[in-house]
């Protein structure tokens, strides 16, 4: 997929634009970007997906704005797995944010892009205020010669699918419902970090991973799957109180079930499956070994039932 980090002065090929923010690029988003893709194998023309560098609400209102599901680089590869051709990345400013609806139809859509249709969720909103919606795209579209598909919401037990759901789910631990919205494991993205080996000296070595997304769930252990290959894991996620407590940033500590793969992912993404039991202070060194003992057996025990842990069945 080819990355545009602005809107190019004249897009070639009259597109198909899908446009959104597209945090977590979940079951709900993968629906609007495959009717775009869709549409755009179909007529012969380039899928585009027009999004934004940040939040909105990181340049208008930083105090209340979420912290996102994904990296921009999560985002980007996630959405290049739905089949994108190109992705334009808006950098979302304030001045930005001041385009009233029409003249951002008019000179983004049509006069820059040349879109030929977009498609949008049933809640997209867009120009300044807000005022835009989906009704007076497709008016436009009609006056200026494109074409809009506006998709419905995407239930998942009455409920639609969207990024504050699922914020809210990762927020209480919940990756295991956050799963099943996504379409996907919840993953972390992180550097590798040396540690100070006390996992090894336990019996349990860890790969150490320092996250980098601006969401991660509380404290605790969770099952969860290594790298690009899926390794099958026991994470710990959070603080480290038994050894050292004293404020620090979070520590993704990774023990694989299996055998460690060489070489170790500099930058590796770890999907989290299942939530175990929350970080706990232990009194002795001794306890601490006994209670990992504990979590790895009930991981093992967790991978070796008959669905897995990410609600897939395995093959028969």
């Known amino acids: 997929?080819?990355?545009?980090?602005?809107?190019?002065?004249?897009?070639?090929?009259?597109?198909?634009?899908?446009?959104?923010?597209f945090d977590g690029v979940h079951r709900g988003h993968a629906v609007i970007l495959r009717d775009a893709v869709t549409r755009?194998?179909?007529?012969?023309?380039?899928?585009v997906v027009l999004t934004f560098d940040r939040h909105p609400l990181a340049s208008l209102a930083p105090h209340i704005a979420p912290h996102c599901l994904m990296t921009g680089g999560q985002r980007l590869t996630a959405l290049a797995a739905c089949g994108v051709d190109e992705a334009v990345v808006v950098r979302f400013t304030r001045a930005?944010?001041?385009?009233?609806?029409?003249?951002?139809?008019?000179?983004?859509?049509?006069?820059?892009?040349?879109?030929?249709?977009?498609?949008?969720?049933?809640?997209?909103?867009f120009g300044r205020g807000g005022r835009g919606?989906?009704?007076?795209?497709?008016?436009?579209?009609?006056?200026?010669?494109?074409?809009?598909?506006v998709v419905p919401p995407v239930?998942?037990?009455?409920?639609?699918?969207s990024s504050t759901r699922i914020r809210r789910l990762v927020s209480m631990g919940r990756v295991g419902t956050a799963t099943r919205l996504l379409g996907r494991p919840f993953s972390v993205a992180g550097r590798v970090v040396r540690g100070r080996g006390l996992g090894r000296k336990l019996g349990f070595p860890t790969i150490n991973v320092r996250?980098?997304?601006?969401?991660?769930?509380?404290?605790?252990?969770?099952?969860?799957?290594?790298?690009?290959?899926?390794?099958?894991?026991?994470?710990?996620?959070?603080?480290?109180?038994?050894?050292?407590?004293r404020p620090r940033p979070p520590l993704l500590e990774v023990h694989l079930l299996g055998r460690v793969p060489?070489?170790?992912?500099?930058?590796?993404?770890?999907?989290?499956?299942?939530?175990?039991?929350?970080?706990?202070k232990f009194r002795s060194i001794n306890a601490l070994r006994a209670r990992?003992?504990?979590?790895?057996?009930?991981?093992?025990a967790a991978f070796r039932k008959p669905t897995t842990l990410t609600g897939k069945r395995r093959g028969r």
């Open 1 to 21: 997929m080819r990355v545009h980090r602005s809107v190019p002065a004249r897009f070639p090929g009259r597109p198909v634009v899908a446009i959104g923010m």
């Open 40 to 47: 755009a194998r179909a007529s012969g023309r380039p899928s």
């Open 96 to 125: 930005f944010s001041l385009i009233p609806p029409a003249d951002f139809v008019r000179k983004v859509l049509v006069r820059r892009m040349g879109a030929s249709h977009v498609t949008v969720g049933y809640d997209f909103r």
């Open 133 to 149: 919606n989906a009704a007076l795209l497709r008016e436009m579209g009609a006056r200026l010669g494109f074409g809009v598909t």
């Open 155 to 161: 239930l998942e037990k009455g409920e639609p699918i």
């Open 211 to 245: 996250p980098a997304n601006e969401l991660i769930p509380p404290p605790g252990v969770y099952t969860a799957r290594f790298g690009p290959r899926g390794l099958p894991a026991v994470v710990n996620l959070g603080f480290r109180p038994t050894v050292e407590y």
């Open 262 to 280: 060489r070489p170790i992912p500099a930058c590796p993404e770890t999907g989290l499956l299942g939530f175990m039991r929350p970080e706990l």
């Open 292 to 300: 990992i003992a504990a979590d790895v057996a009930a991981a093992r």
